[in-house]
């Protein structure tokens, strides 16, 4: 729990309005690129918001596809502000390298998304009271495992799902440690599994993620925050001595000067300066694609 608090005081410190008008400029040029990055990548894509039966409740989503042709899965778990504009950006810029895409709402027992348009508008003093619950909703004890095994079958239900080849799943966040959930959960249909500033990787709890590699299949990748690491400085042994224990392979990197948040466009301001570095998140998506043609082809 602490360290998903530090996760949401970074994910939530905002400046003033010059500042956000900045952070707003920002977010255009991000989203810009991406989708500029999507149309290079060959695949028109279609976007479907979809619904999807949980035990406990139904989740709705978004469904992006190539517009022709089975393509392998890929499941999304969104960050500490949920599904959202920018959310689907990443979804559509995935499909675009030719996967079959769910970017579900991870706070559908409190609701339908968005519950956030634009991260970069949070104020961490008056949203922290609506952001904490929707955040305990999708990590409390179980649930991460069953939304994993719906979303899932949901992707392998899909025409636009090719069945025969492994499914790949990302986390930004508060998503990181979703995706390590997933990966142990459904290990025999996750090929490939990516996590970017997760937080909460590594913990004292008898149930944190990095102890669950012996029931991964899954080739993994962790992009560790700069000052992520500077918090817990062990985390990334500890993620490296877990996985090579359990022999499944998995890469740890630090990204030096990259803060807790940097794949992700709307991020909020911290200390006068975007949060969002695009040379990072680009070194990071180089790493996402690469890890997904190896594994899930």
Same mark, same amino acid.
């Given at each position: 729990?602490?360290n $998903?608090?530090? $996760?949401?005081?970074?994910?939530? $410190?905002?400046?003033?309005?010059?500042?956000?008008?900045?952070?707003?400029f920002? &977010?255009?040029?991000?989203?810009?690129?991406?989708a500029?990055?999507?149309?290079?990548?060959?695949h028109?894509?279609?976007?479907?918001d979809?619904?999807i039966?949980?035990?406990?409740g139904?989740?709705?989503?978004?469904?992006?596809?190539?517009?022709?042709?089975?393509?392998?899965?890929?499941?999304?778990?969104?960050?500490?502000?949920?599904?959202?504009?920018?959310?689907?950006?990443?979804?559509?810029?995935?499909?675009?390298?030719?996967?079959?895409?769910?970017?579900?709402?991870?706070?559908?027992?409190?609701?339908?998304?968005?519950?956030?348009?634009?991260?970069?508008?949070?104020?961490?003093?008056?949203?922290?009271?609506k952001i904490q619950?929707?955040?305990?909703?999708?990590?409390?004890?179980?649930?991460?495992?069953?939304?994993?095994?719906?979303?899932?079958g949901?992707?392998?239900? $899909?025409?636009? &799902?090719?069945?025969?080849k492994?499914?790949g799943?990302?986390?930004y966040?508060?998503g990181g440690?979703?995706?390590?959930?997933?990966?142990?959960?459904?290990?025999?249909?996750?090929?490939?599994?990516?996590?970017f500033?997760?937080?909460?990787? &590594?913990t004292?709890?008898?149930?944190?993620?990095?102890?669950?590699?012996p029931?991964?299949k899954?080739?993994?990748?962790?992009?560790?925050?700069s000052?992520?690491?500077?918090?817990q400085?062990?985390?990334?042994?500890?993620?490296?001595?877990?996985?090579?224990?359990?022999?499944?392979?998995?890469?740890?990197?630090?990204?030096s000067?990259?803060?807790?948040?940097?794949?992700v466009?709307?991020?909020?301001?911290?200390?006068?300066?975007?949060i969002?570095?695009?040379?990072?998140?680009?070194?990071?998506?180089?790493?996402?694609?690469?890890?997904?043609?190896?594994?899930?082809?």
């Amino acid at each position: 729990m602490d360290n $998903q608090k530090n $996760q949401l005081k970074n994910d939530t $410190q905002t400046g003033d309005i010059a500042r956000r008008d900045l952070v707003a400029f920002s &977010v255009a040029a991000g989203l810009a690129a991406n989708a500029g990055s999507a149309s290079a990548a060959g695949h028109d894509v279609v976007e479907t918001d979809v619904e999807i039966k949980t035990p406990d409740g139904t989740c709705d989503a978004a469904f992006i596809h190539p517009k022709t042709g089975a393509h392998p899965g890929v499941l999304i778990w969104p960050d500490a502000f949920g599904l959202r504009p920018s959310m689907r950006e990443i979804g559509k810029r995935i499909a675009a390298e030719g996967y079959s895409v769910l970017v579900p709402n991870p706070f559908y027992r409190k609701g339908k998304a968005p519950f956030f348009t634009d991260a970069s508008s949070v104020n961490f003093q008056t949203d922290r009271p609506k952001i904490q619950p929707l955040m305990d909703s999708a990590t409390a004890p179980g649930n991460a495992e069953k939304d994993a095994v719906a979303y899932v079958g949901f992707l392998d239900a $899909q025409k636009e &799902v090719n069945k025969a080849k492994k499914i790949g799943t990302q986390g930004y966040c508060m998503g990181g440690p979703l995706v390590v959930r997933t990966a142990a959960t459904v290990p025999n249909r996750i090929g490939a599994g990516a996590s970017f500033h997760g937080g909460g990787l &590594v913990t004292d709890s008898p149930n944190s993620p990095h102890l669950l590699a012996p029931k991964i299949k899954a080739r993994m990748y962790f992009g560790v925050a700069s000052n992520d690491d500077e918090r817990q400085p062990d985390a990334k042994d500890k993620l490296k001595e877990a996985f090579a224990a359990a022999k499944v392979r998995a890469e740890i990197e630090v990204y030096s000067g990259a803060l807790h948040g940097w794949c992700v466009p709307d991020m909020p301001m911290q200390n006068g300066a975007p949060i969002y570095n695009k040379p990072a998140a680009e070194r990071a998506w180089g790493k996402l694609v690469a890890l997904y043609k190896a594994a899930l082809a």
